[in-house]
């Protein structure tokens, strides 16, 4: 990938200003301010629309930035950044009195990720300090996934935007907390428990998402996310086409639908479909119809397509705030 020495050195300026930078990650593009400064983390949830008590993810170059970052760094902690950093896990720890507490939405942990790509390692590196990068959206809706979806959103005084192509992962980040007795996988992604798990030598459990009105310890297990403006619905592979009705847009991996239904096809693959799945339904969400339909994968055989399932089910579910 090219990209200019001039844009890192112009972003890294603007964050050191208290200004809001989007980078671009391999999973979806964050909104960028220095995690040290207070006025600038506030602005970035006024940007979003963010409730308070939603905690950030803090972004690092490596391992050693993120030691900074909390009261002790344990031994699985080392192991899962040996395994996995850069890359689509955020690992959760008692945070450092250095980290403000409007980061961690009041809370006593701060979630750490180095992310894997070039253009953001780069940047992190200029600024020298950690990052607060929430996904680059307004609350509730979907993730951006190219620098189009993110431009346009706020006006350029407020969000410099950096171009650093499409994510290749498609979806937000593996949250596991380290901060209880055991490993604890808060929001789902590419990395599976399963993969967590091999690498601790030790089991770990996943918390199911909670009902409206639960506890916010993690923004991503709201319900209603990741939602487009039309109302969507998944249903199993043998209703699609009951569903569909003309003038309706669906996405499918198998169905044949008629032409008077606009369909938008994935491949059956989970790391492939999650990789396009925000921009097609960005799409859908563009031609307006009455409804989408989405065909729900079948996720017997990879571990994966649970974190797929997560976000369309999110995105299908009843909007609580509207
Ligand atoms: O892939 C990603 O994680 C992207 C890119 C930009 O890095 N970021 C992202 O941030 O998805 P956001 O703010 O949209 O989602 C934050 C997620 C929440 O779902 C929550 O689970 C978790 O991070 N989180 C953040 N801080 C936490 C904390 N202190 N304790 C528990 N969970 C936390
Ligand atoms: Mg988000």
Redesign the pocket.
């Known amino acids: 990938m090219i990209f200019a020495a001039s844009d890192i050195v112009l972003a890294a300026a603007r964050l050191r200003e208290g200004g809001v930078v989007a980078f671009p990650?391999e999973?979806?593009?964050?909104l960028g301010a220095d995690a040290f400064n207070e006025a600038s983390v506030r602005h970035v949830f006024e940007l979003k629309g963010r409730p308070s008590n939603?905690?950030?993810?803090v972004?690092i170059a490596d391992a050693a930035g993120a030691r900074r970052c909390v009261q002790a760094w344990p031994a699985a902690a080392a192991t899962l950044a040996d395994a996995f950093w850069p890359g689509?896990l955020?690992i959760?720890l008692p945070?450092h009195a250095s980290i403000p507490e409007i980061v961690?939405?009041g809370?006593p942990?701060?979630?750490l990720?180095s992310?894997d790509h070039p253009l953001t390692l780069a940047l992190l590196r200029a600024f020298g300090g950690p990052l607060v990068?929430?996904?680059?959206n307004r609350s509730g809706s979907v993730?951006p996934t190219t620098a189009a979806h993110v431009r346009g959103v706020w006006p350029l005084a407020d969000v410099l935007v950096l171009d650093g192509g499409p994510c290749r992962i498609g979806i937000?980040?593996t949250?596991v907390?380290l901060a209880g007795a055991e490993p604890k996988v808060?929001?789902p992604?590419m990395i599976t428990p399963h993969d967590i798990a091999r690498v601790l030598g030790r089991g770990v459990t996943f918390e199911a998402p909670a009902p409206d009105g639960g506890p916010l310890?993690?923004?991503?297990?709201l319900v209603s996310h990741y939602a487009p403006a039309a109302r969507a619905l998944l249903v199993e592979n043998t209703d699609v086409a009951a569903a569909a009705r003309p003038g309706c847009v669906a996405i499918v991996i198998r169905c044949e639908l008629p032409p008077d239904v606009t369909t938008l096809r994935l491949p059956d693959d989970a790391p492939a479909y999650a990789a396009a799945l925000y921009d097609t339904l960005r799409r859908a969400d563009g031609l307006s119809p009455p409804l989408i339909v989405i065909e729900r994968p079948d996720d017997s055989q990879d571990q994966r397509w649970a974190a797929v399932l997560d976000r369309l089910s999110r995105a299908c579910a009843p909007r609580v705030t509207g």
């Open positions: 990650t999973t979806v593009y964050g939603n905690p950030l993810i972004h689509p955020s959760v945070k961690t939405g809370g942990n701060v979630a990720r992310p990068g929430p996904s680059a993730s937000e980040s949250v907390s808060l929001r992604g310890d993690s923004p991503g297990r």
